[in-house]
C-alpha cells in the first residue's frame, strides 16, 4: 500500500506541492509544482511547462534524490495542519511531455483524515513503502 484511501483523498483535493531537489553542488532545491498520482504506476507525477529544461528536472536526472510534500491549513482556530510528505526516488522521464516521477519509498502524514481530532493529539503516520 502506497497511500491509504484516506490520504489519496486529502492529494486529489490538492493542486499545489513542493518538490525538493539535490543540485549538482549539494546544495537544495525547492520548487512549488502541479502533481497528480498516477494509480498505474504508483506513482506522483510532476508537470510543467518546459520542463525538461528547468532546474528541478536535470537535478533529478543526475541523482534522483527527492523529497515531496502536499500541506494546508485548514484553520487557524483552532491551529490545525494537514500533510503528506513523501521522500523517494525521482525519475526523470524526458520526452515531449517531460515529467519528473516519484517512486515512494517513505510516506509521512499528519492530520489527514482526523477533522474531529484536538490539534495536540493529531497522529504522525509513518511507513516505509516497498519497491
Not at 30 to 47: C, H, L
Not at 66 to 80: C, E, H, I, N
Not at 94 to 117: L, N
Request: with cysteine; proline share 7%.
Amino acid at each position: 500500500m502506497t497511500f491509504t484511501a484516506l490520504e489519496l483523498e486529502y492529494l486529489a483535493g490538492q493542486a499545489l506541492g513542493r518538490l525538493a531537489t539535490v543540485q549538482p553542488d549539494g546544495t537544495l532545491q525547492v520548487s512549488p509544482v502541479g502533481f497528480a498520482w498516477n494509480p498505474d504506476t504508483s506513482t506522483i507525477d510532476i508537470r510543467g511547462f518546459n520542463m525538461a529544461a528547468s532546474r528541478k528536472f536535470r537535478n533529478v536526472a543526475a541523482n534522483g534524490r527527492v523529497a515531496f510534500v502536499v500541506d494546508d491549513l485548514p484553520s487557524t482556530d483552532p491551529w490545525r495542519v494537514r500533510c503528506v510528505e513523501i521522500r523517494g526516488h525521482g525519475e526523470a522521464v524526458d520526452g515531449p511531455d517531460a515529467i519528473i516521477r516519484i517512486h515512494p519509498r517513505r510516506v509521512i502524514s499528519f492530520g489527514v483524515g482526523e477533522p474531529d481530532t484536538e490539534p495536540h493529539r493529531l497522529t504522525v503516520h509513518r511507513r516505509d513503502v516497498s519497491a
